[in-house]
């Protein structure tokens, strides 16, 4: 018989989110509270967008993968794994969390594949091969809260642009071998809108027949689209619970959010 698995939330954040100071210092202290074992994975894809424009480069994303030549992954690795992840790590001491930063290459933590496309060459983007699970779980039993970044490694040398949703959904799927994970998305809206422009038509539970209906008919795109294609990988993978929404349903359990469910 299997044995009762500890909790672990898993949280993740955007560009939005991280773009936003007071925004970000507010989640923080919010992240802070929730109680039990978890994880933070951050993107931050809004600030590495702006600070290669700044330098003259020209940033161009394709199904929600950034191309990532060499230029840009010197930018990413400096605004992601640099700049957001130790300025996230200091706030969460300030609120009294024992957070620890990384990428995928500290500990081997995340290992991944230079993505091979048949006709698109993505450059430095990182596929998740391996995840370092029995060291994850001795951080996390130690009292460690990891913060992981969007950059990975091939176990060769080379770092690799990996995406965040991606990261937070795969970190669920190995760490759901021994403990019961929810995964959180967290974003600027209340949950999957039947309108984006409308905050009030959050879809309170979606499941893959209901989202393949609306990505047809145009209400869901962009970068939803990617989410919940994790999402739903992720659940068929073992992850026990997923719930996108704003950051405010971490602390209230009653406020609106999207229930994914297969
Ligand atoms: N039906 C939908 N409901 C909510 N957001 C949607 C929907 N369809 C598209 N989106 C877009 O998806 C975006 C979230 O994806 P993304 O930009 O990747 O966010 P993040 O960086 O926070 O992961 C929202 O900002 C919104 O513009
Ligand atoms: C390969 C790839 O696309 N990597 C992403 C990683 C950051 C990310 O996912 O950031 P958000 O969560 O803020 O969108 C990128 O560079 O945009």
């Known amino acids: 018989m299997e044995k009762n698995k500890q909790p672990l939330s898993i949280i993740k954040i955007g560009g939005n989110i991280i773009d936003n100071p007071a925004e970000l210092t507010n989640f923080l202290a919010d992240f802070s509270k929730i109680e039990g074992n978890k994880i933070l994975v951050h993107g931050g894809g809004k600030s590495a967008t702006k600070m290669a424009q700044s330098i003259g480069l020209v940033p161009q994303m394709i199904e929600g993968r950034r191309i990532t030549d060499k230029p840009m992954l010197d930018v990413v690795v400096m605004i ?9 790590v200091a706030q969460l001491q300030a609120n009294n969390t024992n957070a620890m930063g990384f990428s995928g290459a500290d500990g081997n933590l995340i290992q991944s594949t230079k993505r091979n496309h048949p006709t698109i060459d993505y450059g430095f983007v990182g596929d998740v091969q391996k995840v370092n699970t029995p ?24 770092l690799l642009n990996t995406n965040a949703d991606t990261i937070a959904s795969e970190l ?40 393949s209906q609306l990505k047809e008919e145009g209400a869901i795109h962009s ?27 971490l602390q209230n359990k009653a406020a609106l959010h999207t229930t994914i469910t297969l």
Do not use: W
């Open 80 to 88: 992601y794994a640099g700049e957001i992840n130790k300025n996230i």
């Open 135 to 158: 060291l994850l779980q001795t951080l996390i039993n130690s009292g460690i809260v990891p913060v992981f970044c969007a950059i990975t490694h091939d176990k060769n040398g080379q």
């Open 172 to 211: 669920a799927i190995a760490a759901s071998e021994v403990f019961e994970v929810t995964l959180n998305y967290c974003f600027e809206k209340a949950g999957v809108l039947t309108d984006v422009e409308d905050e009030d038509s959050v879809i309170q539970q979606i499941n893959s027949e209901l989202y």
């Open 223 to 249: 970068g939803m689209i990617p989410k919940l294609d994790n999402c739903f990988n992720s659940l068929s993978k073992g992850v026990q619970k997923i719930k996108i929404g704003h950051h405010r349903m």
